[in-house]
């Protein structure tokens, strides 16, 4: 909002208008903003460590004869689960900065302009992280009945999302079918 002329800001001891104090105020975020790209770096690295393991791993088991495809197939959903996990605090982190600090040129990518533009963003990831755990889930095996609640589980959660980005996030706009 404009400055209005005729209502001065009001003045605080030593020279400095509210106005200001409270702009600044902004600055508070950087201590949540830090913790979070913290803990993005360290998935991150973690991620690396669980996909050298898995690396290591697999070679070992194949080069003493084990070629079962779904030990391997898991740990390396796990590597991606990891990942993934990161790429949700960077998001968050980075577009925390974005909208409470100022741009960063090198997201120029990531187009959040607003919390609702980061949201739908952490929406999609958080829907694949969950398909990918339950991959995880149905590769291992198991007891087929407890499988099927948990996968009809999942479904009520991503449906849940999908219904949650469809009416909440879409920004009050109908698709345009001339756009196809």
């Known amino acids: 909002m404009p400055h209005d ?7 605080l001891p030593g020279g400095g208008s509210f106005a200001s ?7 508070t975020v950087l201590i949540p903003i830090v913790a ?7 998935l991150f690295t973690l991620a690396g460590v669980l996909a050298a393991v ?3 791993d697999s070679a070992k088991a194949v ?9 391997f197939v898991v740990k390396y959903l796990k590597v991606v689960s990891t990942t993934l996990e ?10 925390l900065y974005v ?3 100022g741009p960063l040129p090198a997201l120029k990518a990531l187009k959040a302009e607003s919390l609702k ?6 929406v999609n990831v958080i829907i694949v992280i969950i398909v990918v755990h339950f991959m995880e889930r149905f590769v291992s095996g198991g007891d087929p009945d407890s499988l099927l609640r948990y996968g009809a589980g999942i479904a009520a959660v991503v449906f849940s999302l999908v219904a949650f980005q469809y009416f909440v996030l879409r920004d009050g706009k109908k698709a345009d079918p001339s756009a196809a």
């Open 5 to 11: 002329p005729s209502h001065p800001a009001r003045e």
């Open 21 to 27: 104090l409270i702009g600044m105020s902004r600055f």
């Open 36 to 42: 979070v790209l913290a803990t993005s770096v360290a």
């Open 54 to 56: 898995a690396t290591w």
């Open 63 to 71: 080069l003493e004869g084990d070629i079962r495809t779904t030990n």
């Open 86 to 95: 990161a790429v949700v605090f960077y998001l968050v982190g980075t577009g």
């Open 99 to 101: 909208l409470f600090i």
């Open 117 to 122: 533009d980061l949201e739908a963003k952490l």
